[in-house]
């Protein structure tokens, strides 16, 4: 008999037995009880709002899409793309001027760039946070990203992009907003490190913002557009030229990954197993030993490593993990399992403010207790939300290779 | 990626046996395709509670020997079985899990329904009565708190009420908790025990039930209490001086239980084990009876190496088992499963009757291999409810199999090696 | 019994606590009757809740039966009207498979019109966009004004409209005899099963609309009625597939109908004959689990990857012509035996045959003859007076009106219990707390249930309130409901077994089609309330007063 044999409904709702373990494991329930709970938002709600859409709820929009409930679910139910599908199906509510604004990190972040100093300091003013805060709703604690006064895209193409054919093998680097117009040493550093491994690293091309930002701020046409855009792009790379895509970013990985297809509807199947984050495609390398590490022998830090929620999500958090302990002079701790509140943009809206702190404090507690040299993270807002509430810095897994690397000796090693 | 041992299964079996291997020096890696059933724990581990026949078991390590041949406890040994238990006490205090009981010897516990259950051991505060007949206490104050919907004092102060003991109900309102009760379905006892682990609430807690207590000389609280913090339970306990305190389970999610896996989880971790959660093994390449390497749907390409291989995926819940209208079948490695072919012969009709489809499961050779077409796969194990054999719900065996297995796979392993 | 026996004098008392029971019982209170009701075990539990719940619109019996078809399709457009928040008005398509005959869909038009049912010949594709879980094969598709009906808030809405007129309902009530004086039936000796006391009560006359076991009923009378059980059976799947009613156009056969209703959708039936002593246990075989599946894939290919929560069966009860006791001239329609003309006794009535739709039809009939025979000159308003919870003109006001943040429990019981919504309390946190969290049952929900709704057990209070109806079938809100049952009934040792006794029920649907999913919700369930609780068959239901229901 062929029937039942594949039981399977729209993201999983269906395959829910209510055992109640993604509610053990949300972040938000414990701090915000406006928000109803991974199982009431996602599958028990899907069954209602199937029944009628009246039962949809704008409260859906406390979920921080941090997919815990979805690595926790025994069932193989994806909560949090059950509750995002919602929201896209059934919320009326237009997303604010801020939210656009907190949004559209590609645009805000072009214009930015260009006034980066004055924007940087306008925005540490007392009375432009007072501003924001009462206006435009974002919370006054909350400490700005800097702005670059250049972008990553103009260093690569004065410093970088002449070299990039010299090299025996090649990727197509994702760098995201964040590198391009908050953080270009990020990509500064991936570029160094990749070709000490060998390869050339290369622009897609006009890159857009992967979206995640868009989704969670209900603006899902141009969520799409920007998808439909980047696999396009994908393909080029993967198909035409044969490049595999690289990101840094943990966030845009699993964005352009899983949520294309989960949330958006847009097919990226021929690329998916192509599109790698940096940590993951460097580990691959070393696993078939296609590349060699040479570190410096003069490197030393204590490192206290936190998982990003999207990063544990991708399951990916293990090859982070074990090039840092492949560093000699590294001495590692395993930060616990906890979201840092931040969630994107989520953080940075006035009305989440309090709630996002109290979700990220059991992961400050501990941080602080360990009293690391530096934090490393995949992912460049929790980064802002560490830095931000904690005194320690935060590294990206790839700037500590580019410290902890003997760069010469690697390339010579991969030449 | 290559390990010495990889676990598929990261419920209490495969952390057992991740555990045990990492002590011994392996290189192990868990896979968990989510949490596990720790999760709904009554708070005790069951070893033996009665016979397949029926029979009520009061020393469960003598009780062993008379068990049928493909039994798990039988294909692990009579004298592995004594041994284990015996050193189950040590094995979970180094992982800073006290149990409380005796290796040879089944006590009571009293459920939530306000049963006695027979049990083995029990996590921590749980009281063990000694059999279920005497009476806990004389006078007992049942204390809920507002609005917990899944602790019914009715049930539990029926059942001591049975036994003779004067009980009387009561809840104690903590504002701290207010906020929970403002969403209607997150009361649940995890979300209590994390607002509860604040030591300065678990002190109003306390201070209200000493207002509430008259002369009792027992109280008998929920078990939300010690999530991740232990030191609130023990404050209870002293704070609360000469009267005997009891906890007793809530509905699911299990406060003990999780905190159990988080523990195990933890000491894993920290002796260097790896754990995958979320992430499910998809593809297996098995070759002459051996397990070549594995795949999993997040390593995608990259493909899972080890010299051992153990199976500690569980039963139908977490999909160790599959059912289909038609047949029941092993996902991971296709193995040989023990159950009959007609979908009317796993069940009884009547729910509370022995449920056959709760003994389907793998076999195994007396090396713990399971088979696939006919044949034993020589490096790889099986442990935990994937196991066929035994009902662990009729005879109560569920931990016993599941600690047991995976101490018996680890020495196998590690006895192979050396 | 020794005691003195009570001499209670009633106009009617009616036997049998179904639709047609209940609506008999409020059309005769209306009229102004002193009525009292007896069932022997809770309102709904025979055919009345072991059916589709489907609204019809007469259009399946539209080509063999145009008089069904005309009584459908008016009590269609009142039930519209009286019992607005027990109906959804869904329509329905009767579409034409590749391997069905075309020719028949003109036929079915034409005897559809005949019959006063509006029906439309519909575009296939555009039936498939109005209802894509359709099959896509489709060659033709009719729409027709079908729709879903709730029998267990449509039968509650009749108790409660009778009690507001001053009837006495009296449920876990059986028959044990009727008293005779002379030729004339006069009262009933009924055994309370909570109490187990035997009682006598009067009346002038007495209906036997005990549906299937009318035939037992009228036996006990002395009189015959030739019935023939045809079991039929269904399957839940855990949500709605469809919103929109889905039939084969084609002779009526099994598996040609899937209905959508509240939460989840159900295909069905099968039929069978069977013995009329096995109609109290009707368990689903495999093999009509098998053939409603296939069947139902036809209609809708996403049922063979849908999760099956339940499966259920009910007897119809089929009445041989008084002139064919062989069972070959079947009826479908309304049969009203006055048994003093038929039988010589006088003051007893039979309703029986008919349909969940024609429920008030019957009602209205066997109301008129007694008014006859009493001389009573009242018209009948059944037809045009909305049942309480229908009677507030926008059901959205009422959720307005209840100011909080989790407004979905409200909405929810909203729907379940339309305008009779407004009584329940939900003014603070712990009544809106969820009982029963895959159908949104709060608190406050389950006390005006148990409160006002004559519950008596935890089955009972599933079928006021949809409490373990969703897809983990009590194993998160039984727990939680016997609390307060244990509570309101001060008696925690009958609510352990009802507990018992209730999940028991849940299990006997679930067997069936227990794989996938719904054996891990079992396996689940299990360890929750065998392992953890302890619960166990030894304490169940061998010394509850209460009888156990064999009903899904």
Same mark, same amino acid.
Request: charged share 25%; aromatic share 8%.
């Given at each position: 008999?062929?029937?039942?044999?594949? #039981?399977?409904?729209?993201?999983?709702?269906?395959?829910?037995?209510?055992?109640?373990?993604?509610?053990?494991?949300?972040?938000?329930?414990?701090?915000?009880?406006?928000?109803?709970?991974?199982?009431?938002? %996602?599958?028990? %709600?899907?069954?209602?709002?199937?029944?009628?859409?009246?039962?949809?709820?704008?409260?859906?929009?406390?979920?921080?899409?941090?997919?815990?409930?979805?690595?926790?679910?025994?069932?193989?139910?994806?909560?949090?793309?059950?509750?995002?599908?919602?929201?896209?199906?059934?919320?009326?509510?237009?997303?604010?001027?801020?939210?656009?604004?907190?949004?559209?990190?590609?645009?805000?972040?072009?214009?930015?760039?260009?006034?980066?100093?004055?924007?940087?300091?306008?925005?540490?003013?007392?009375?432009?946070?007072?501003?924001?805060?009462?206006?435009?709703?974002?919370?006054?604690?909350?400490?700005?990203?800097?702005?670059?006064?250049?972008?990553?895209?103009?260093?690569?193409?004065?410093?970088?992009?002449?070299?990039?054919? %010299?090299?025996?093998?090649?990727?197509?680097?994702?760098?995201?907003?964040?590198?391009?117009?908050?953080?270009?040493?990020?990509?500064?550093?991936?570029?160094?490190?990749?070709?000490?491994?060998?390869?050339?690293?290369?622009?897609?091309?006009?890159?857009?913002?992967?979206?995640?930002?868009?989704?969670?701020?209900?603006?899902?046409?141009?969520?799409?557009? #920007?998808?439909?855009?980047?696999?396009?792009?994908?393909?080029?790379?993967?198909?035409?030229?044969?490049?595999?895509?690289?990101?840094?970013?943990?966030?845009?990985?699993?964005?352009?990954?899983?949520?294309?297809?989960?949330?958006?509807?847009?097919?990226?199947?021929?690329?998916?197993?192509?599109?790698?984050?940096?940590?993951?495609?460097?580990?691959?390398?070393?696993?078939?030993?296609?590349?060699?590490?040479?570190?410096?022998?003069?490197?030393?830090?204590?490192?206290?490593?936190?998982?990003?929620?999207?990063?544990?999500?991708?399951?990916?958090?293990?090859?982070?993990?074990?090039?840092?302990?492949?560093?000699?002079?590294?001495?590692?701790?395993?930060?616990?399992?906890?979201?840092?509140?931040?969630?994107?943009?989520?953080?940075?809206?006035?009305?989440?403010?309090?709630?996002?702190?109290?979700?990220?404090?059991?992961?400050?507690?501990?941080?602080?207790?360990?009293?690391?040299?530096?934090?490393?993270?995949?992912?460049?807002?929790?980064?802002?939300?560490?830095?931000?509430?904690?005194?320690?810095?935060?590294?990206?897994?790839?700037?500590?290779?580019?410290?902890?690397?003997?760069?010469?000796?690697?390339?010579?090693?991969?030449? | 990626?290559?390990?010495?041992?990889?676990?598929?299964?990261?419920?209490?079996?495969?952390?057992?046996?991740?555990?045990?291997?990492?002590?011994?020096?392996?290189?192990?890696?868990?896979?968990?395709?989510?949490?596990?059933?720790?999760?709904?724990?009554?708070?005790?581990?069951?070893?033996?509670? &009665?016979?397949?026949?029926?029979?009520?078991?009061?020393?469960?390590?003598?009780?062993?020997? !008379?068990?049928?041949?493909?039994?798990?406890?039988?294909?692990?040994?009579?004298? /592995?079985?004594?041994?284990?238990?015996?050193?189950?006490?040590?094995?979970?205090?180094?992982?800073?899990?006290?149990?409380?009981?005796?290796?040879?010897? /089944?006590?009571?516990?009293?459920?939530?329904?306000?049963?006695?259950?027979?049990?083995?051991?029990?996590?921590?505060?749980?009281?063990?009565?000694?059999?279920?007949?005497?009476?806990?206490?004389?006078?007992?104050?049942?204390?809920?708190?507002?609005?917990?919907?899944?602790?019914?004092?009715?049930?539990?102060?029926?059942?001591?009420?049975?036994?003779?003991?004067?009980?009387?109900?009561?809840?104690? !309102?903590?504002?701290?908790?207010?906020?929970?009760?403002?969403?209607?379905?997150?009361?649940?006892?995890? /979300?209590?025990? &994390?607002?509860?682990? &604040?030591?300065?609430?678990?002190?109003?807690?306390?201070?209200?039930?000493?207002?509430?207590?008259?002369?009792?000389?027992?109280?008998?609280?929920?078990?939300?209490?010690?999530?991740?913090?232990?030191?609130?339970?023990?404050?209870?306990?002293?704070?609360?001086?000469?009267?005997?305190?009891?906890?007793?389970?809530?509905?699911?999610?299990?406060?003990?239980?999780?905190?159990?896996?988080?523990?195990?989880?933890?000491?894993?971790?920290?002796?260097?084990?790896?754990?995958?959660?979320?992430?499910?093994?998809?593809?297996?390449?098995?070759?002459?009876?051996?397990?070549?390497?594995?795949?999993?749907?997040?390593?995608?390409?990259?493909?899972?190496?080890?010299?051992?291989?153990?199976?500690?995926?569980?039963?139908?819940?977490?999909?160790?088992?599959?059912?289909?209208?038609?047949?029941?079948?092993?996902?991971?490695?296709?193995?040989?499963?023990?159950?009959?072919?007609?979908?009317?012969?796993?069940?009884?009709?009547?729910?509370?009757?022995?449920?056959?489809?709760?003994?389907?499961?793998?076999?195994?050779?007396?090396?713990?291999?399971?088979?696939?077409?006919?044949?034993?796969?020589?490096?790889?194990?099986?442990?935990?409810?994937?196991?066929?054999?035994?009902?662990?719900?009729?005879?109560?065996?569920?931990?016993?199999?599941?600690?047991?297995?995976?101490?018996?796979?680890?020495?196998?392993?590690?006895?192979?090696?050396? | 019994?020794?005691?003195?026996?009570?001499?209670?004098?009633?106009?009617?008392?009616?036997?049998?606590?179904?639709?047609?029971?209940?609506?008999?019982?409020?059309?005769?209170? $209306?009229?102004?009757?002193?009525? $009292?009701?007896?069932?022997?075990?809770?309102?709904?539990?025979?055919?009345?809740?072991?059916?589709?719940?489907? $609204?019809?619109?007469?259009?399946?019996?539209?080509?063999?039966?145009?008089?069904?078809?005309?009584?459908?399709?008016?009590?269609?457009?009142?039930?519209?009207?009286?019992?607005?928040?027990?109906?959804?008005?869904?329509?329905?398509?009767?579409?034409?498979?590749?391997?069905?005959?075309?020719?028949?869909?003109?036929?079915?038009?034409?005897?559809?019109?005949?019959?006063?049912?509006?029906?439309?010949?519909?575009?296939?594709?555009?039936?498939?966009?109005?209802?894509?879980?359709?099959?896509?094969?489709?060659?033709?598709?009719?729409?027709?004004?079908?729709?879903?009906?709730?029998?267990?808030?449509?039968?509650?809405?009749?108790?409660?409209?009778?009690?507001?007129?001053?009837?006495?309902?009296?449920?876990?009530?059986?028959?044990?005899?009727?008293?005779?004086?002379?030729?004339?039936?006069?009262?009933?000796?009924?055994?309370?099963?909570?109490?187990?006391?035997?009682?006598?009560?009067?009346?002038?006359?007495?209906?036997?609309?005990?549906?299937?076991?009318?035939?037992?009923?009228?036996?006990?009378?002395?009189?015959?009625?030739?019935?023939?059980?045809?079991?039929?059976?269904?399957?839940?799947?855990?949500?709605?597939?469809?919103?929109?009613?889905?039939?084969?156009?084609?002779?009526?056969?099994?598996?040609?109908?899937?209905?959508?209703?509240?939460? *989840?959708?159900?295909?069905?039936?099968?039929?069978?004959?069977?013995?009329?002593?096995?109609?109290?246990?009707?368990?689903?075989?495999?093999?009509?689990?098998?053939?409603?599946?296939?069947?139902?894939?036809?209609?809708?290919?996403?049922?063979?990857?849908?999760?099956?929560?339940?499966?259920?069966?009910?007897?119809?009860?089929?009445?041989?012509?008084?002139?064919?006791?062989?069972?070959?001239?079947?009826?479908?329609?309304?049969?009203?035996?006055?048994?003093?003309?038929?039988?010589?006794?006088?003051?007893?009535?039979? *309703?029986?045959?008919?349909?969940?739709?024609?429920?008030?039809?019957?009602?209205?009939?066997?109301?008129?003859?007694?008014?006859?025979?009493?001389?009573?000159?009242?018209?009948?308003?059944?037809?045009?007076?909305?049942?309480?919870?229908?009677?507030?003109?926008?059901?959205?006001?009422?959720?307005?009106?209840?100011?909080?943040?989790?407004?979905?429990?409200?909405?929810?019981?909203?729907?379940?219990?339309?305008?009779?919504?407004?009584?329940?309390?939900?003014?603070?946190?712990?009544?809106?707390?969820?009982?029963?969290?895959?159908?949104?049952?709060?608190?406050?929900?389950?006390?005006?249930?148990?409160?006002?709704?004559?519950?008596?057990?935890?089955?009972?209070?599933?079928?006021?309130?949809?409490?373990?109806?969703?897809?983990?079938?009590?194993?998160?809100?039984?727990?939680?409901?016997?609390?307060? $049952?244990?509570?309101?009934?001060?008696?925690?040792?009958?609510?352990?077994?009802?507990?018992?006794?209730?999940?028991?029920?849940?299990?006997?649907?679930?067997?069936?089609?227990?794989?996938?999913?719904?054996?891990?919700?079992?396996?689940?369930?299990?360890?929750?309330?065998?392992?953890?609780?302890?619960?166990?068959?030894?304490?169940?239901?061998?010394?509850?007063?209460?009888?156990?229901?064999?009903?899904?």
């Amino acid at each position: 008999m062929k029937m039942q044999e594949n #039981n399977i409904s729209a993201n999983g709702f269906e395959q829910c037995i209510k055992c109640t373990v993604c509610t053990v494991y949300c972040p938000v329930v414990p701090v915000n009880p406006l928000y109803p709970g991974p199982k009431q938002a %996602g599958p028990d %709600g899907e069954r209602l709002r199937l029944k009628k859409g009246v039962f949809f709820d704008e409260s859906l929009k406390y979920c921080l899409n941090c997919k815990r409930c979805e690595v926790a679910c025994p069932s193989g139910v994806r909560i949090g793309d059950i509750i995002q599908s919602a929201r896209i199906k059934y919320s009326r509510h237009s997303p604010s001027l801020r939210d656009m604004i907190l949004a559209s990190t590609d645009l805000v972040g072009s214009t930015a760039t260009i006034a980066a100093p004055i924007v940087n300091s306008v925005v540490r003013l007392k009375p432009v946070k007072a501003v924001m805060d009462g206006v435009m709703k974002i919370d006054k604690h909350r400490t700005f990203p800097e702005y670059a006064s250049r972008t990553f895209e103009s260093w690569y193409r004065k410093h970088a992009r002449a070299s990039q054919d %010299g090299y025996r093998n090649h990727l197509s680097y994702f760098h995201g907003c964040y590198v391009n117009y908050n953080f270009p040493k990020l990509g500064i550093d991936f570029v160094k490190v990749m070709n000490a491994l060998g390869y050339g690293v290369h622009l897609l091309g006009g890159e857009k913002c992967c979206g995640v930002a868009l989704i969670s701020n209900g603006m899902i046409n141009s969520a799409k557009k #920007n998808a439909a855009h980047n696999v396009g792009l994908f393909k080029e790379s993967v198909e035409n030229r044969k490049y595999p895509v690289v990101a840094t970013s943990s966030t845009c990985t699993f964005t352009v990954r899983d949520e294309y297809p989960h949330l958006l509807g847009v097919d990226n199947s021929s690329v998916r197993d192509n599109i790698f984050l940096a940590t993951r495609f460097i580990y691959g390398l070393i696993d078939e030993g296609k590349v060699k590490l040479v570190f410096r022998k003069d490197y030393g830090r204590k490192i206290a490593y936190h998982t990003p929620c999207h990063l544990e999500k991708l399951g990916w958090g293990i090859f982070s993990t074990s090039l840092m302990k492949m560093i000699p002079g590294v001495t590692f701790s395993m930060l616990d399992s906890n979201c840092c509140g931040i969630a994107g943009t989520y953080g940075f809206k006035k009305e989440n403010y309090q709630v996002s702190q109290a979700i990220g404090k059991p992961l400050f507690d501990q941080i602080c207790s360990i009293a690391p040299d530096v934090v490393v993270t995949d992912c460049e807002t929790c980064k802002w939300q560490i830095e931000m509430s904690t005194p320690f810095k935060v590294m990206h897994p790839v700037s500590i290779l580019a410290e902890a690397l003997d760069l010469e000796a690697t390339a010579a090693a991969n030449r | 990626m290559k390990f010495d041992t990889i676990i598929i299964g990261g419920g209490l079996s495969g952390l057992v046996c991740g555990i045990s291997l990492q002590k011994k020096g392996k290189r192990t890696l868990i896979i968990s395709s989510g949490q596990s059933a720790l999760h709904f724990s009554s708070g005790s581990f069951d070893f033996l509670d &009665r016979m397949p026949d029926g029979t009520p078991v009061e020393n469960p390590i003598e009780a062993v020997s !008379k068990l049928p041949a493909g039994h798990p406890y039988s294909v692990i040994g009579r004298e /592995n079985v004594a041994a284990y238990a015996g050193n189950t006490k040590r094995f979970f205090e180094e992982c800073g899990v006290t149990l409380s009981g005796d290796p040879d010897r /089944n006590r009571f516990r009293i459920t939530p329904a306000g049963v006695f259950k027979r049990t083995w051991m029990s996590i921590g505060d749980f009281a063990l009565a000694d059999s279920d007949r005497e009476k806990i206490g004389e006078r007992i104050l049942i204390v809920n708190i507002l609005g917990f919907l899944d602790f019914n004092t009715a049930f539990i102060a029926e059942g001591l009420e049975n036994l003779g003991s004067q009980c009387r109900c009561t809840a104690v !309102k903590i504002d701290e908790l207010e906020h929970l009760r403002k969403n209607p379905s997150e009361m649940r006892a995890t /979300n209590i025990a &994390r607002v509860l682990d &604040r030591q300065e609430v678990t002190d109003k807690f306390i201070a209200e039930v000493k207002a509430a207590l008259k002369d009792e000389d027992t109280i008998v609280l929920p078990a939300v209490f010690g999530l991740k913090n232990k030191s609130v339970t023990d404050s209870i306990k002293s704070s609360l001086g000469d009267r005997k305190v009891v906890f007793i389970a809530t509905m699911p999610p299990s406060v003990p239980g999780i905190r159990t896996q988080l523990q195990l989880r933890s000491v894993y971790e920290h002796s260097g084990g790896e754990y995958l959660i979320g992430d499910t093994v998809d593809k297996a390449v098995v070759s002459k009876n051996s397990v070549m390497s594995i795949g999993t749907v997040n390593f995608g390409d990259m493909s899972l190496e080890a010299d051992s291989y153990v199976l500690a995926s569980g039963s139908f819940f977490s999909k160790g088992l599959v059912a289909l209208p038609d047949r029941i079948f092993e996902p991971v490695f296709g193995l040989d499963v023990d159950c009959p072919a007609e979908r009317k012969d796993w069940y009884s009709t009547q729910l509370f009757d022995r449920q056959e489809y709760v003994s389907f499961g793998v076999r195994t050779d007396a090396g713990l291999h399971p088979f696939k077409s006919g044949e034993p796969v020589m490096n790889l194990y099986a442990a935990g409810s994937v196991l066929s054999g035994c009902n662990s719900l009729y005879e109560g065996c569920g931990a016993g199999v599941s600690i047991f297995s995976a101490m018996r796979v680890a020495d196998l392993i590690s006895n192979k090696e050396e | 019994m020794n005691e003195p026996e009570k001499k209670t004098e009633y106009d009617v008392i009616i036997i049998g606590g179904g639709a047609t029971g209940a609506g008999t019982a409020r059309d005769c209170a $209306l009229r102004g009757l002193k009525v $009292l009701l007896i069932e022997r075990h809770d309102i709904a539990t025979g055919a009345t809740g072991r059916n589709h719940g489907l $609204l019809h619109s007469g259009a399946r019996y539209a080509v063999t039966d145009q008089e069904s078809a005309q009584e459908c399709i008016k009590e269609n457009m009142i039930l519209k009207k009286i019992a607005r928040h027990c109906v959804e008005e869904t329509d329905g398509f009767f579409l034409t498979l590749p391997e069905d005959d075309l020719g028949y869909q003109a036929k079915f038009v034409e005897s559809c019109r005949a019959a006063g049912i509006d029906a439309k010949i519909v575009d296939p594709e555009e039936a498939l966009r109005l209802e894509p879980s359709a099959n896509p094969d489709i060659i033709g598709a009719v729409r027709v004004p079908d729709g879903s009906v709730d029998p267990f808030r449509l039968t509650s809405a009749n108790i409660i409209d009778a009690k507001l007129h001053g009837a006495r309902i009296l449920v876990y009530h059986e028959l044990v005899d009727f008293i005779f004086e002379a030729d004339r039936m006069t009262g009933v000796k009924v055994l309370d099963h909570v109490s187990g006391e035997i009682s006598s009560y009067y009346a002038r006359f007495i209906v036997n609309a005990g549906g299937i076991w009318g035939a037992g009923i009228a036996k006990k009378a002395g009189a015959t009625v030739n019935m023939f059980p045809a079991k039929g059976s269904l399957l839940i799947f855990g949500h709605r597939v469809n919103n929109i009613v889905l039939n084969r156009c084609r002779k009526p056969a099994n598996a040609d109908i899937l209905v959508p209703g509240d939460t *989840i959708c159900v295909i069905g039936t099968t039929s069978t004959r069977v013995p009329y002593d096995e109609i109290d246990d009707m368990r689903v075989t495999p093999d009509e689990v098998d053939l409603l599946l296939s069947e139902g894939m036809k209609l809708s290919p996403q049922l063979a990857v849908t999760r099956i929560i339940r499966a259920y069966a009910g007897v119809r009860p089929l009445v041989a012509m008084d002139d064919d006791p062989s069972g070959r001239n079947i009826s479908r329609g309304i049969v009203l035996l006055d048994h003093e003309e038929r039988d010589g006794i006088k003051g007893f009535i039979t *309703i029986t045959g008919g349909k969940l739709m024609t429920y008030r039809l019957m009602a209205e009939w066997t109301t008129d003859l007694i008014c006859r025979k009493l001389g009573i000159d009242k018209p009948c308003v059944t037809a045009t007076l909305p049942l309480p919870g229908s009677r507030s003109d926008r059901m959205e006001d009422i959720s307005g009106k209840i100011s909080s943040v989790h407004l979905n429990p409200v909405k929810a019981s909203v729907g379940r219990h339309g305008d009779l919504a407004g009584q329940i309390a939900h003014k603070d946190d712990y009544d809106l707390s969820l009982v029963c969290e895959c159908e949104d049952v709060s608190v406050g929900e389950v006390s005006y249930a148990i409160d006002n709704l004559d519950v008596n057990n935890l089955v009972d209070l599933r079928r006021r309130t949809r409490v373990g109806m969703g897809t983990c079938q009590g194993e998160l809100c039984a727990c939680r409901a016997a609390g307060m $049952l244990a509570h309101a009934k001060e008696c925690a040792r009958d609510a352990r077994k009802d507990l018992v006794n209730f999940m028991n029920e849940r299990w006997k649907g679930m067997y069936p089609v227990s794989w996938g999913e719904t054996l891990r919700e079992n396996e689940y369930t299990l360890w929750v309330y065998a392992g953890v609780c302890g619960l166990t068959a030894e304490k169940s239901e061998k010394d509850s007063k209460v009888p156990e229901t064999k009903e899904d």
